[in-house]
């Protein structure tokens, strides 16, 4: 019985802590936010090689490009992304399909709607993730497979899919962090800090380039303590325009994935 009432206390106190912990993240805004200016956009297909930071396996391989359209006197980007391999904590094979769309105005973007699909070997799909960002009732709707949460609408939210879009855009030149408010495709909400760490030379596929590397640091509110023990996320982009992507370290999703590289292979 006494090991029976520790254990009872222990799991209560750990769903405590989870519950705590997800509330933080849930709820926690920025002090201040600044919106991407979107000036530069590149329309060339790219295509990434990802392997695990640790041992070097080869995990997945990736290719984004970007196009704009108009429609009713609007203009708009479209963000997509296609991969195949293994990805996520329990090693299975998954092909997915990912885009996001933008209203695009006077070099501001807005989101309108981003959709991600996994499917396994067979064709059948796993996960899905849709979310539609509704500006005027200021909140986004995101659904899954078999649940629904809504967020609310914030100046300069970015959807993590069109990331590489933005960070292209990044204003290098400035000195201060700049903060922005990002959902990601757990779904989550978060205020993340973008911090300029200055310039490094990276070579990838035999090629030598000057990069910029930023640093995207996610605020955890009062639990700034454990910031510590946090998996760093880093990017690079070329210092020379425009800024292609180079490198990222980092989850490759949520907590509880791989710690990954991807780099630039053309």
Request: net charge neutral; hydrophobic share 35%.
């Amino acid at each position: 019985m006494r090991y029976g009432k520790n254990y009872r206390i222990i799991d209560t106190m750990k769903r405590m802590s989870l519950m705590l912990f997800l509330m933080v993240f849930a709820f926690t805004a920025p002090i201040y936010a600044e919106a991407f200016k979107v000036t530069t956009l590149s329309t060339r297909e790219k295509h990434i090689k990802t392997y695990r930071k640790d041992r070097g396996e080869y995990l997945w391989k990736s290719s984004t490009w970007s196009t704009t359209y108009e429609s009713q006197g609007k203009w708009y980007i479209k963000a997509l992304d296609e991969g195949e391999g293994i990805w996520g904590n329990g090693n299975q094979f998954r092909t997915w399909h990912a885009e996001t769309i933008y209203l695009y105005d006077n070099n501001a973007i807005v989101p309108r709607i981003s959709s991600l699909v996994f499917k396994d070997r067979g064709g059948v799909t796993v996960e899905s993730l849709t979310v539609k960002y509704d500006e005027k009732d200021r909140r986004a709707v995101a659904r899954m497979l078999n649940s629904k949460k809504e967020f609310e609408f914030r100046e300069g939210l970015i959807d993590k899919n069109a990331l590489g879009i933005v960070l292209m855009n990044y204003p290098y030149e400035r000195e201060n962090d700049f903060v922005f408010p990002m959902l990601t495709n757990e779904p989550s909400y978060y205020s993340m800090t973008m911090v300029n760490r200055g310039k490094e030379i990276l070579t990838v596929n035999g090629a030598s380039f000057e990069c910029y590397k930023l640093q995207m640091v996610p605020d955890l509110g009062f639990l700034g303590i454990f910031a510590p023990f946090v998996p760093k996320t880093y990017f690079w982009y070329t210092v020379s325009s425009p800024h292609e992507f180079i490198r990222y370290e980092g989850l490759e999703s949520g907590l509880n994935t791989p710690y990954i590289v991807m780099e630039a292979q053309d």
